[in-house]
């Protein structure tokens, strides 16, 4: 399976591709045996589902790193002009850094802190910034990521005062801050219930009503209306139009 997956990179970079991202690079592989994740001791009711385990068995497994080697040497064949490597790493600064191997992994280990954990004031934020320069090994290059669809808008996070002074510390950093669709960096989150005053004077005046379900808190598909968080609805006229993938 590693050799079909290879090829199917190769399909690509001879099409001009500059580089692939792993999804969820650290859970590539699992335990051979299939063995359940143990309980958490440390669980409380109302804790998200996920911390009921101790993800043991299903992320960071210790030949995760071979694969990534092997997907470096892949791109590594088409180097004019080189290509690049990049992979979601939610993983704790000393073990997301191990991603970038000795130059032989992964290019850019994408940083989620500032998302997931982060308290946005400056003592932390030094803090981390600090942790990760100090980890991580001499040829790799930090990145920092602000918001993804996985989690509700930055500005609606931080308040847009300090989104606003958080693009221009990402812009102004050595770093990588990949850049999505300038609406999702600057929009905050919104969403129609069911049976919203919108929703329901556009079905009493005649209009279709398309539904967008979301598998993140705040994904837009591009040109698929409204769908912030997980399910919005839009009344428009005319038949639902299919969303971009």
């Not at 071979?66 to 997907?71: A, Q």
């Not at 320069?133 to 931080?158: C, G, M, Q, V, Y």
């Not at 219930?193 to 967008?212: F, I, Q, T």
């Not at 591009?222 to 769908?227: F, I, L, P, V």
């Amino acid at each position: 399976m590693r050799d079909a997956m290879c090829d199917v990179l190769r399909f690509w970079l001879r099409r001009g591709v500059d580089g692939f991202r792993v999804d969820v690079a650290h859970r590539v592989v699992k335990d051979a045996q299939l063995r359940d994740n143990p309980a958490n001791p440390s669980f409380v009711e109302g804790m998200p589902e996920d911390r009921r385990v101790t993800e043991r068995y299903s992320r960071n497994w210790h030949e995760v790193h071979d694969v990534h080697r092997l997907l470096r040497h892949t791109i590594e064949d088409f180097d004019d002009p080189p290509r690049l490597l990049a992979g979601e790493v939610n993983l704790d600064p000393p073990e997301l850094v191990a991603y970038y191997g000795g130059d032989d992994q992964l290019h850019l280990s994408l940083n989620f802190h500032t998302i997931v954990d982060l308290p946005w004031r400056a003592r932390e934020l030094a803090g981390l910034v600090a942790e990760i320069e100090r980890l991580a090994p001499p040829h790799a290059w930090p990145s920092w990521i602000l918001s993804n669809h996985d989690k509700s808008r930055f500005p609606t996070r931080i308040g847009r005062p300090f989104a606003r002074q958080a693009n221009r510390l990402q812009h102004a950093s050595s770093v990588t801050g990949p850049a999505g669709s300038s609406r999702s960096r600057r929009s905050l989150r919104w969403c129609f219930g069911w049976l919203s005053e919108v929703v329901l004077d556009g079905l009493r005046n005649g209009h279709s009503v398309s539904v967008a379900v979301s598998g993140g808190p705040c994904r837009r598909p591009a040109g698929a209306g409204s769908a912030c968080p997980r399910s919005a609805a839009r009344a428009r006229r005319g038949p639902p139009r299919a969303g971009t993938p």
